[in-house]
């Protein structure tokens, strides 16, 4: 880097975070003593406030049917904070001041007859506020809840929704939440939460693609051989089983994060960035997306089921041990996907997604072609294509991965090394959460960052093919060991086709 560049970046690197300007608010959480609320919203929302982000008057409401005063919810929510987030500092003077935001209704939102009173009185003074409705509760009953809100005349004028996904766990029932909830909210005011949206890295991948020269015109067919999107977690299934059987990987992570994933690396150039602009992209690859039937369905997936294993150096359970039942549910699941449009004919996306895989890796891996006449193939490395690898957790960076000479004399030996940017090594600054970023932007106002209805829909139409062909052609799931990255049956796919995972099985 220039001097003069490397300067600015330090600089940059150590200055302190550019905060956006954030109206007042006043947010119910619905579903406040759920995992959803302790683990990841309050926490989020104390970080945007220690960082000067929300403004003093604003409010924090947490709703739910246990009974509890204010303070004791104050006490849970912090508690947890220490428990989720142990390397997490948190003064409990600091704590004291960031409460006072907080306060608490017992209330069924599913009830029209419930105590609504209680939760009109803790937003009466909230004026021209801006109201939001944050709905961390099973999506079945999202519609009750929004015609409650609004029955017991608490949908001011511009006040906004949030929903969790999954919205449904098929088309139909997507749709019927989605009516239900459209016939209180209009589109602009739903704010759809994919919280893989808000990563540091998938942000940056527009970035990447459209802000430097570089990589758009080798963007396509005739230069990328294949993409990877790998989202691996080491967690298994655990605590929120009896969810999870009912979804399994293909609704819990393909729907939504890795289909968005997809649809970012693979869209054409957005005209702007107004979100409905870059949605009205997105939801082009979607339907492009070629489906999967019950004569294709082996061929082109993989489903897999943990056993018992182990992780971290320690033994853990098979999934039917944690959820007390046999279970034909995925926990694991790969897929080549086709893309058919001109840029993507005859590079597939693989996707793999599943819990209890070697470690927690996440990352989106563009492979170049082999180059087009190999001049030496000495040295000590083979001549390999480039690769871009940009990774999404646990540590955020790039890595582009080239062939280059080997210093000093010997002749022509080859090295692959990469061109690396660590997000950790390259900017001081703490990664926010993506629900940081995410509540952030709701009280905003700023869509782009959330899924709109017929993405949502278009995501389902093409899932739903594949559960049906699943069911049509009895596909099976194999078995892996907890540890491992899968069955190998997923390995076996990829080298029908000559090629492999990067990180192995
Ligand atoms: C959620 C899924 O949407 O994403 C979970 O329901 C999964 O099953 C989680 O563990 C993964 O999120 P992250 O941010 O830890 O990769």
């Given at each position: 880097m220039p001097a003069g560049d490397e300067k600015r970046a330090t600089e940059r690197a150590g200055a302190p975070p550019l905060l956006l300007p954030v109206p007042s608010f006043d947010l119910v959480v619905f579903g406040a003593a759920g995992d959803l609320a302790l683990r990841k919203l309050i926490p989020s929302l104390f970080h945007r406030w220690r960082d000067g982000q929300i403004p003093a008057n604003s409010k924090i409401i947490g709703v739910s049917r246990s009974s509890m005063s204010a303070e004791e919810f104050r006490r849970l929510a912090l508690e947890s904070f220490r428990k989720f987030h142990p390397g997490d500092q948190i003064a409990d003077a600091e704590w004291a001041q960031f409460s006072q935001l907080i306060s608490y209704a017992e209330l069924d939102g599913v009830s029209a007859q419930s105590n609504w009173r209680a939760l009109a009185e803790a937003l009466s003074d909230s004026g021209a506020k801006q109201r939001v409705f944050y709905l961390a509760l099973p999506p079945a009953i999202y519609g009750d809840v929004s015609r409650n809100i609004e029955a017991a005349g608490l949908k001011s004028s511009g006040a906004r929704i949030v929903l969790e996904k999954p919205i449904g766990d098929d088309l139909r029932s997507a749709k019927a939440i989605n009516d239900a909830v459209g016939a209180v909210f209009d589109e602009g005011s739903i704010f759809r939460i994919d919280h893989y949206l808000g990563k540091e890295t998938v942000q940056n991948l527009i970035v990447l693609r459209f802000m430097n020269s570089l990589f758009e015109p080798v963007w396509n067919s005739n230069v990328i051989d294949h993409v990877e999107i790998s989202v691996a977690e080491a967690i298994g299934a655990g605590g929120r089983a009896s969810y999870y059987d009912k979804a399994g990987a293909l609704r819990d992570m393909v729907q939504n994060h890795l289909l968005q994933l997809l649809c970012l690396v693979a869209?054409?150039?957005?005209?702007?960035?107004e979100p409905d602009t870059v949605r009205d992209e997105k939801i082009k690859v979607l339907r492009a997306l070629r489906p999967i039937t019950a004569e294709t369905a082996r061929s082109v997936t993989v489903r897999g089921q943990y056993g018992a294993g182990a992780s971290d150096g320690s033994a853990v359970p098979s999934y039917a041990e944690e959820l007390g039942a046999q279970s034909g549910t995925e926990t694991f699941v790969a897929i080549k996907a086709n893309i058919d449009n001109w840029r993507w004919r005859g590079t597939p996306f693989y996707l793999r997604t599943g819990k209890r895989m070697a470690e927690r890796r996440s990352e989106i891996i563009i492979q170049f072609k082999d180059v087009a006449h190999p001049l030496v193939a000495t040295g000590r490395d083979e001549l390999q294509p480039a690769r871009l690898v940009i990774r999404l957790q646990p540590d955020e960076g790039m890595r582009l991965m080239l062939m280059t000479k080997e210093p000093g004399p010997g002749g022509m030996r080859l090295r692959y090394v990469p061109l690396n940017l660590s997000y950790a090594a390259a900017f001081s600054a703490r990664y926010p959460d993506a629900y940081e970023r995410l509540l952030m932007a709701v009280v905003r106002g700023d869509l782009a960052l959330f899924m709109r209805r017929d993405e949502v829909e278009a995501a389902w139409r093409w899932v739903d093919g594949v559960l049906d062909a699943w069911k049509a052609d009895r596909t099976p799931v194999y078995p892996y060991a907890a540890g491992?990255?899968?069955?190998v049956q997923s390995a076996m796919m990829l080298d029908r086709d000559g090629r492999e995972w990067s990180g192995g099985v």
């Open positions: 869209m054409e150039p957005p005209l702007d960035l491992v990255n899968g069955p």
